[in-house]
């Protein structure tokens, strides 16, 4: 099992540049996360997912678009690139929402200049 | 609203034990514990349940204090793998959605 991986592991867009991050599991979870850590403010929550189709709003989602065609995958979209963007990117995933283990994938690097 | 942490930061000497708080201004339903190395994903430690069930794989203990909304992470006799920054999430009912704290730096020496 590759468990959760994430595409591309490093980018850099110019400000307004549009972009789309990949996160992909392959342990059947239904709950998919994404968060954006960035220095001394911990993890917080951009978006997530309870099962296929479906999507909701988390902690800093402005600017941020997701979608869930597939069980196994969630993308996270930047429309309009800016640099207050700039960040590490995690995905996760948990088999149940609650009290269940959060997966979480290698992360994605974004740079916006 | 993120819980928080204390201390930010702590400095061990191996075998030293250390205490790391996690505290939330909301009722919880689960508090989790997670460590991340730099440059990796955070890794999963514990997860403590109302009611007082533990989830956890690891030589470390933690306690959830519900009424206060308190937890604590125990790291004893520490080791040199024991660096690295721990995060608590927490858990409000029904809501699936884990809010994580600051971190707390852990820097343990031979």
């Known amino acids: 099992n590759a468990g959760v991986t994430q595409t591309p592991k490093f980018r850099v867009l110019k400000t307004g540049q549009s972009m789309t991050l990949l996160c992909a599991q392959d342990m059947n979870h239904e709950y998919m996360y994404w968060y954006r850590q960035d220095p001394g403010m911990g993890l917080r929550l951009i978006h997530y997912?309870?099962?296929?189709?479906?999507?909701a709003k988390g902690e800093v989602p402005d600017g941020y678009n997701v979608s869930r065609l597939k069980k196994q995958n969630f993308l996270l979209g930047l429309e309009s690139a800016a640099p207050s963007q700039t960040s590490v990117y995690f995905c996760?995933?948990?088999?149940?929402?609650?009290?269940?283990?959060?997966?979480f994938g290698p992360g994605t690097r974004l740079l916006v200049l | 609203q993120q819980p928080v942490q204390s201390p930010q930061a702590v400095i061990l000497r191996e075998g030293e034990d250390a205490v790391i708080n996690c505290s939330s201004s909301k009722a919880l339903y689960s508090v989790h514990w997670y460590r991340q190395k730099h440059g990796e994903a955070p890794v999963f430690l514990m997860i403590l349940l109302k009611g007082g069930e533990q989830k956890g794989h690891e030589k470390i203990s933690a306690s959830f204090n519900e009424k206060k909304q308190q937890s604590s992470l125990y790291l004893t006799a520490s080791q040199l793998s024991y660096s690295g920054t721990y995060f608590c999430?927490?858990?409000?009912?029904?809501?699936?959605?884990?809010?994580f704290g600051a971190g707390t730096t852990v820097t343990v020496r031979a």
């Open positions: 997912s309870v099962g296929e189709g479906t999507t």
């Open positions: 996760a995933s948990s088999y149940i929402g609650d009290g269940e283990t959060q997966y």
């Open positions: 999430g927490t858990e409000s009912s029904n809501d699936y959605k884990l809010s």
